[in-house]
C-alpha cells in the first residue's frame, strides 16, 4: 500500500476548493496514519514552468504546509495531468518495490486526480479513492460540488477505482480492512 499525495501545493490548495476543511483535514490525518503503519507516503508536485504561479522553486510550487512532506519520503515532478505519465518515474519505481494498491488524495478532482486514477488503473495499480479527500474548483460548465460528485460518486467507482469512506481508508492504512 502506498498513500500517493497528488498536487497539494500552496500555489493550488486553497480555500476556494470544495469542502476545503474536511478534505484538509482528512488528507492531514491519512499522512498522519500513514506514517505511523509504515505506509510509505509519495507526493506529485505539479510544475507548470517558469513564470507560472506553479513553477518549480517558487513558493507556491511547495506542498501545503500541513501536508509537508518528510525528508525521506520521495518526491515526482510532472507538468502533464497525470503522474503516472512515464516523465515522472513513479510507475517504475512503484514496480520495482511490486506495489500495487495505491491510496490517492489530492486535487485537481477533475484534472490531475483524473488523469492519474485512470492512468493508474490503464496501468494495472489498483486505485484507492477515500471520500472527501480530492477537491477542485467551480469551472465554467459545473460548479465544484458538482464535479467532486462527478468523479467521486459516478465516474471513478463504476471502473478505474475502488471509492471507500474516510473510516475505511484509515482502516485500510492500519491494516484492519
Known amino acids: 500500500m ?6 497539494t501545493q500552496k500555489g493550488c490548495f486553497d480555500k476556494s476548493l470544495y469542502a476545503f476543511e ?6 492531514r490525518q ?11 507516503v509519495l507526493y506529485v508536485q505539479h510544475d507548470d514552468g517558469p513564470g507560472t504561479d506553479l513553477a518549480k522553486g517558487t513558493d507556491s510550487y511547495e ?4 501536508f509537508a512532506p518528510l525528508k525521506e519520503e520521495k518526491r515526482f515532478a510532472k507538468n502533464v495531468n497525470s503522474a503516472f505519465h512515464p516523465m515522472t518515474g513513479l510507475t517504475q519505481y512503484l514496480l520495482a518495490k511490486n506495489e500495487k494498491d495505491i ?9 490531475c486526480m483524473d488523469a492519474t486514477i485512470k492512468s493508474g488503473f490503464e496501468k494495472g495499480f489498483n486505485m484507492i479513492v477515500p471520500s472527501y479527500t480530492n477537491s477542485t474548483y467551480d469551472n465554467p460548465y459545473f ?4 464535479a467532486y ?14 471509492i471507500i469512506t474516510y473510516d475505511q481508508a484509515i482502516q485500510l ?3 484492519k480492512y
Do not use: C, H, P
Open 143 to 146: 460548479d465544484k460540488e458538482t
Open 2 to 7: 502506498i498513500l500517493l499525495v497528488v498536487d
Open 103 to 111: 491510496m490517492t488524495v489530492g486535487v485537481s478532482t477533475d484534472y
Open 149 to 162: 460528485r462527478y468523479y467521486n460518486e459516478f465516474m471513478w467507482g463504476t471502473r478505474y477505482a475502488k
Open 22 to 27: 474536511t478534505v484538509r483535514d482528512n488528507i
Open 63 to 66: 506542498i501545503y504546509e500541513e
Open 30 to 40: 491519512l499522512i498522519a496514519v500513514a506514517r505511523e503503519d509504515n505506509v510509505e
Open 173 to 175: 492504512l492500519q491494516g
